[in-house]
């Protein structure tokens, strides 16, 4: 049974600092991972999708990596701002999704 | 495009009750689910359907029914509402499960079930 995990739980960064989240999987035969953004009583926006046959996909200071034969994948943000204060998800599959428990980010000023 | 829609972003509901959780997308997407969001616990499926006519159990279907009938609708139905359905819903919809692309999400509906 696939299993997704992030770690932390939780991060608090001064503003600038660029930063990595962590999502792991158990099961290496995935088809897509995707990164999504979730701020507080509102619903998931799309950030980054990796195909399976991907290494990394970037979108402006974002840039998401996987590693299937580690089960990883990463999602950098640089430069942060106070904006991108919200939890981030990551999940596995096309589809049917499997999510992982999420990172809530908090950038202060 | 409206993207995904949900009603009523707010129920409040008596052990019991029954209701129906609305879910319409205009981008002509073969594909719909249905999550719920619980504290710890992430996002896990509840249904889908991979297009008018056809559905299929996700994760945790207990409690549940869904039809769909045509391609812009998938409602979510609690047939007997019970405290451990408190939770946040989310209904998605894709271009089709398999073809690579993002998934949309709705706004979320809250339940609180007493």
């Known amino acids: 049974k696939q299993e997704v995990t992030q770690i932390p739980a939780a991060l608090s960064v001064p503003e600038g600092e660029n930063l990595v989240l962590n999502c792991s999987f158990t099961d290496s035969a995935i088809y897509n991972l995707q990164w999504f953004r979730q701020d507080p009583g509102k619903g998931l926006t799309s950030l980054l999708l990796i195909q399976s046959s991907q290494r990394e996909q970037t979108s402006g200071r974002l840039n998401a990596s996987l590693d299937k034969s580690s089960g990883r994948s990463t999602l950098y943000i640089a430069a942060s701002q106070p904006g991108d204060s919200a939890t981030y998800l990551c999940?596995?599959?096309?589809?049917?999704?499997?999510f992982g428990q999420g990172t809530t980010l908090q950038v202060k000023p | 495009n409206a993207g995904v829609t949900q009603t009523p972003k707010f129920q409040v509901l008596k052990t019991g009750q029954s209701m129906t959780l609305q879910c319409a997308q205009d981008?002509?997407?073969?594909?719909m689910s249905w999550y719920r969001q619980d504290p710890g616990m992430g996002l896990r499926l509840i249904h889908y359907s991979v297009g008018a006519g056809i559905t299929d159990q996700g994760e945790v279907p207990n409690g549940y029914n869904v039809s769909r009938s045509t391609t812009e609708d998938f409602p979510l139905r609690l047939l007997s509402a019970a405290p451990s359905q408190t939770s946040v819903y989310f209904c998605?919809?894709?271009?089709?499960?398999?073809?690579?692309?993002?998934?949309?999400f709705g706004p979320g509906t809250r339940l609180l079930v007493l």
């Open positions: 981008m002509n997407h073969e594909y």
């Open positions: 998605a919809s894709q271009t089709g499960q398999g073809a690579p692309g993002s998934q949309y």
């Open positions: 999940a596995v599959g096309t589809g049917k999704l499997i």
